[in-house]
């Protein structure tokens, strides 16, 4: 056995066994499990506390650096929110046999985040955004050109105008009533669709970007701004990569 002091234990109802030979025979002898306890604990030298201990600091070691190992090479996607947007105009036209003339005059700022630590995100594709109502498409911006990057733990946002006196929308008799009840309410229901491609260097794998902001938008003027509050995109989780 180890060269612990075994007199020093309480062998409990180990009878008339001495305490030494308690030590030695621990778990056939004491009726009690904490005494048990007590003798094995006792009889664990610290040479071996020291093992046991380094065997901890290398595994907890070895888990930090395969943690660190995952968030270096496997890739987070990107974020997007919609930082600012301000409806200048918004107005119902005539309407014909297959579609409604629109007035509008918006500006967007789309902010790309890019969450990774070590890793840029590259554009592979242009990133353009539909501007949306009811489903129907009023207008496509531009966001961003292929080859442009976020850096990683940055965020890029992106700024775009889109305007029209009269722009063919195809919206149905629905969206249309739809229109006119927002636009007695002087607050409209947009969608921004945000659609693109990323890749994470060094990987190549190229990643479709696909997201929806959903807009709650009153008009605006430079004499009387509306206020608005960031929207966080929703990105869909179905793209694949390629």
């Known amino acids: 056995m180890g060269d612990f002091d075994c007199g020093a234990i309480d062998c409990g109802d180990c009878g008339d066994i001495d305490c030494g030979d308690c030590c030695d025979e621990c778990f056939d002898c004491c009726d009690e499990p904490c005494v048990c306890c007590v003798c094995f604990s006792d009889a664990i030298s610290g ?56 007035a509008y005059d918006i500006s967007i700022a789309v902010a790309v985040h890019n969450g990774n630590w070590f890793m840029p995100a590259e554009h592979t594709a242009p990133l353009y955004a539909d501007l949306l109502f009811d489903g129907a498409r009023l207008a496509r911006v531009g966001l961003a050109t292929a080859g442009a990057v976020v850096r990683p733990r940055r965020r890029e946002v992106y700024h775009a105008t889109a305007a029209a006196d009269s722009a063919s929308v195809a919206l149905g008799s629905t969206a249309v009533a739809e229109f006119a009840r927002e636009s007695t309410a002087g607050v409209f229901q947009l969608e921004l669709r945000v659609l693109g491609e990323v890749r994470y260097w060094p990987h190549h794998k190229k990643y479709r970007l696909d997201a929806i902001c959903r807009l709650e938008l009153a008009l605006s003027t430079a004499t009387s701004p509306a206020m608005f509050r960031k929207v966080k995109c929703d990105v869909q989780k179905d793209h694949g990569g390629r």
């Open 47 to 102: 040479k071996a506390l020291l093992c046991i201990l380094c065997g901890l600091v290398i595994f907890a070691v070895l888990a930090a650096l395969v943690t660190l190992l995952v968030i270096a090479l496997v890739p987070r996607r990107v974020r997007l929110s919609v930082e600012d947007a301000a409806l200048a105009r918004l107005a119902l036209g005539d309407k014909n046999a297959t579609a409604t003339a629109l």
